[in-house]
Structures are given as C-alpha cells and as structure tokens.
C-alpha cells in the first residue's frame, strides 16, 4: 500500500517536495515516480535503486527533479524546484514487482501504485 501527500498549487520557478509513505517495509523494492496530464499518457519521472546506489531522470525533468528515499521511513520523496507549467500533472509512486534487476520505466512492470497526488504549477 502506498499513498503519496504534498500535492499543491503553485507558481512557475516554485519548489514543492511530495512524498509516498509505503505502509509495509519497502528497502527491497526500486521505486519510481510517474505522473499523468490530463489528456496524456503516464509518464515516467524518475527512479532509484533500493540500496540508493543508482537514480534516473527523465529529460524533461534531470536538473530540476531529485529523488530519494527514507527506508528506515518507508517513504520516497520527490523534491521538485524550478516548477514549470507544463509539470502539472497528477504524479503516482510506484514500486517495481518484475524484473526490477535493471533500471526500468516500463509501467508493466510496476505492480504496486500510490493513488497519486495532484501538482499544479500556474504560469
């Protein structure tokens, strides 16, 4: 079970950080951040590995977007700054079930998902 908080409303070149409080112990899982316009598919965000070793952006976001991880909090964060319009979205965390060996953006392969969170950045 997960369920993220810290959605908002804010104005473009804001920072807002979202988090995603796992309910059971989550150290063995890669997590990802995925977020979803309204008319769009979902699209991924950003990853990390379970022992914090490896992280991965997607280019809209690298350099504006952090990712991270709490284990002894069972939470996942999403600190974002330099928020840009085109950023509004309703943003999920997931955790990968399959084949999580690698780095993967590949939504099949997450088999648990938060409820998301609502991000709107005004111009």
């Known amino acids: 079970y997960l369920e993220e908080s810290g959605g908002g409303l804010v104005q473009a070149g804001a920072s807002l950080r979202i988090s995603c409080k796992a309910a059971?112990?989550?150290?063995?899982?890669?997590m990802s951040w995925f977020r979803q316009a309204p008319g769009k598919e979902r699209e991924f965000v950003a990853y990390?590995?379970?022992?914090?070793?490896?992280?991965v952006y997607s280019d809209s976001v690298k350099g504006r977007f952090t990712i991270s991880r709490d284990n002894g909090k069972n939470t996942l964060y999403l600190q974002m700054d330099n928020l840009k319009p085109e950023d509004t979205a309703v943003y999920f965390c997931?955790?990968?079930?399959?084949?999580?060996?690698?780095?993967?953006?590949?939504?099949?392969?997450?088999?648990?998902w938060g409820q998301g969170t609502q991000v709107t950045v005004s111009a």
């Open positions: 990390i590995d379970a022992l914090v070793r490896d992280t």
């Open positions: 059971n112990p989550f150290h063995n899982y890669v």
């Open positions: 997931a955790a990968c079930t399959r084949d999580c060996q690698d780095f993967t953006s590949e939504l099949s392969r997450y088999g648990y």
